[in-house]
């Protein structure tokens, strides 16, 4: 059927024969399928990565603004002083990134002054200053205050977030 036997030096040898050794083997179409199939697959990772690159980069600003606003709030409580939480856009992209920072009313900073992560910009307003009191409530709003944090130059496809201060209890929200 597909092997044959040839008689060497008195002993039988089995030969595969040319048709059984073609279905041995990948053909050159099967192998460059294959890695049309896996260049696919690779290029879709590719892609999921750098979405989720992007949405550690929001997520990370959120919580460290919200860390920040925690810290003022409960700077204010402990040390029973007023400690406003600042932030703001610069104007241009030569100046220094956006940043934000926490203040004592007498000047001292707490904790370091940071910046968001590269792309994330403030939004309505971008800029703005809220003063935690003594018993943690915020002053300067009767309403709710709205911080959002949104991706810089991505249009109608651009990543946001709404961190919310209730001026009455100073609570603080993340809505995502």
Do not use: W
């Not at 590269?118 to 709003?141: H, V």
């Not at 205050?145 to 603080?172: C, F």
Request: overall charge positive.
């Amino acid at each position: 059927m597909g092997t044959r036997s040839i008689q060497f030096d008195g002993k039988a040898i089995l030969m595969d024969t040319v048709e059984e050794r073609r279905d041995a083997g990948f053909t050159l179409i099967e192998l460059m399928a294959v890695m049309v199939i896996m260049a696919i697959m690779l290029s879709i990772a590719v892609v999921a990565f750098v979405q989720v690159g992007h949405a550690a980069g929001m997520k990370s600003s959120v919580l460290n603004v919200h860390s920040a606003l925690n810290l003022a709030r409960q700077n204010a409580i402990t040390y029973r002083t007023r400690t406003t939480f600042s932030y703001s856009n610069l104007s241009s992209y030569s100046e220094m990134p956006v940043g934000y920072f926490v203040m004592t009313t007498n000047g001292v900073i707490v904790g370091q002054s940071n910046r968001l992560d590269n792309g994330i910009i403030f939004t309505n307003p971008t800029k703005g200053m809220l003063t935690f009191t003594l018993d943690g409530s915020c002053t300067g709003s009767a309403v709710e205050v709205n911080i959002m944090l949104m991706e810089r130059d991505k249009g109608a496809n651009a990543m946001s977030n709404v961190i919310t201060v209730y001026p009455l209890t100073g609570r603080i929200k993340v809505k995502y």
